[in-house]
């Protein structure tokens, strides 16, 4: 019977939210075909459901402990360049008699391999569950997000609100009557936007705190306490703490900088802000027990990924090469970029992982495809060196943002002025999206260039990575080609990242 019943709760998650008289039917048709008595069965699988919310709301009255938060990992605080080299184009060298010596025949040199454009709508779109729909019959709060304006139910906010000191009691009481109100269409709806947006974990966690405040819950305590109770709902092992007020405690698959955070089970949970308010450190009370059904991490990746907003915005970036000049159009989503803006900070090699959302990139690729097609690979990363480095007037973090902040590539064409690591990521994305060659991020203190794995290694600066050998390219070098360190770091040994 109590597998019967998971597998019923499981599949709830995927099918629709509608009137009572559908739900009614669907799970009587349930019952006919598993032949047990109705009114057991019912009162079984509400009995399983309230025994998750009565064991976890035990943890929260009695197993609470005080814990002491760690203080957050820094990015690197070495002080980047202000004032970047910019190598002078060599001067013209002076005129020869022929020599009459027999010529070397030379190997040809390996024509680069251009890849592909992915389509923005793939031609076979990849199989995704059944979006749920919502019941036009249920009262709902329209308010924008992510560039657009979505609708969720609307429900009474008075059971919601969060008035008392936070304490492990007033806590428990608290979760109490959120799971005593009606909130499983409030769940369903979440999914909803989730599959319709294709919105990654931490898009979700967004919703359920814009959808707080969109209801009129506007204390800080009661906007936490109710996004904890949503994503813990739908399965997230997000977890609350107090001292003063209460925050949310979050598990990430990528690691988090400039968060401070506390440890249990060897899994570090971050205290982080979704509205760019700074979480008060230091010592702090949490509950060591989970709900039965949380159990994910908050996964980062897939940020470019979502569906795209009307929120256009056009750029022209140019850039010159051999004396051509070249100009690119390229189109991106606002809305992205301030949701990326969003973002703690993660490890360096997350950021080129995202790439660009598939409508920017298609633009941006189909452009660069003819001015690389045919040529050599070195020539090919010529020319993407040289777009990146002269396309964008750079700056560091410190003076644009009073801050560190690595940037997505879709964060790079949004801003007026980028640095090292921002170009560095943008110029290995394309490197690899375009051209299919191997890149790696070179970690240098105060700087983060990139190498390329070339078929035939040109001559220059190279490095060496799990036996294979990668020739430095440095996309904030202004003017230098393949093969040129920055002369201030070229007897340094850098980090090499994968991503």
Not at 261 to 278: G, P, Q
Request: glycine share 4%; charged share 20%.
């Amino acid at each position: 019977m109590r597998q019967a019943l998971t597998y019923l709760l499981s599949a709830s998650i995927g099918c629709s939210i509608a009137g009572a008289s559908w739900a009614e039917s669907e799970y009587e048709s349930w019952l006919k075909a598993n032949r047990f008595d109705a009114q057991a069965a019912q009162q079984e699988f509400q009995d399983y459901m309230d025994a998750n919310d009565k064991e976890f709301v035990g943890f929260l009255k009695q197993q609470w402990k005080k814990v002491d938060l760690e203080q957050p990992i820094i990015l690197d605080t070495t002080p980047k360049p202000t004032k970047l080299p910019i190598l002078k184009p060599p001067a013209k060298a002076p005129e020869t008699t022929p020599s009459k010596a027999k010529p070397t025949t030379k190997k040809p040199e390996p024509i680069v391999n251009v890849r592909p454009i992915k389509p923005s709508v793939p031609a076979t779109p990849t199989p995704r569950p059944t979006p749920i729909a919502i019941n036009p019959n249920e009262p709902m709060l329209t308010f924008e997000f992510l560039g657009r304006n979505i609708s969720m139910p609307k429900v009474t906010n008075k059971a919601l609100r969060f008035n008392k000191n936070p304490n492990s009691k007033s806590i428990a009481k608290h979760w109490e009557s959120m799971a005593s109100q009606k909130h499983a269409h409030i769940i369903k709806a979440i999914q909803t936007h989730k599959i319709n947006l294709n919105l990654n974990d931490w898009a979700v966690a967004l919703l359920a705190f814009e959808y707080s405040k969109a209801l009129g819950l506007n204390t800080d305590n009661t906007q936490q306490l109710f996004t904890w109770f949503l994503m813990v709902k739908s399965g997230y092992d997000v977890r609350l703490a107090y001292n003063s007020s209460a925050f949310i405690l979050l598990p990430s698959e990528q690691a988090l900088f400039g968060v401070t955070y506390f440890t249990l089970n060897h899994k570090k949970y971050y205290a982080v802000s979704f509205d760019n308010h700074k979480v008060d450190a230091g010592r702090a009370y949490t509950y060591s027990g989970t709900h039965d059904t949380a159990t994910k991490n908050i996964n980062f990746s897939g940020a470019s990924n979502i569906k795209p907003s009307n929120a256009v915005r056009s750029k022209v970036l140019s850039f010159k090469l051999n004396g051509e000049q070249h100009k690119i159009d390229v189109n991106y989503d606002l809305a992205m970029v301030k949701f990326s803006n969003s973002f703690p900070q993660m490890n360096i090699e997350y950021y080129p992982q995202q790439g660009l959302p598939a409508n920017t990139a298609q633009q941006l690729l189909k452009q660069l495809k003819p001015l690389v097609n045919g040529k050599t690979e070195v020539e090919a990363v010529n020319l993407i060196l040289r777009f990146v480095q002269t396309s964008f007037a750079y700056q560091t973090d410190g003076k644009q943002f009073n801050k560190e902040n690595y940037l997505l590539p879709i964060e790079t064409l949004h801003y007026p002025y980028s640095d090292c690591e921002d170009r560095a990521s943008l110029f290995s994305w394309l490197v690899e999206d375009l051209l299919g060659l191997d890149a790696v991020l070179l970690d240098y203190p105060g700087h983060i260039a990139a190498a390329v794995k070339f078929t035939k290694t040109p001559k220059g600066d190279m490095v060496y990575h799990k036996g294979n050998t990668y020739t430095v390219t440095d996309p904030t070098y202004i003017n230098a080609s393949v093969g040129m360190a920055m002369p201030q770091f070229k007897d340094l040994r850098p980090n090499i990242l994968n991503f």
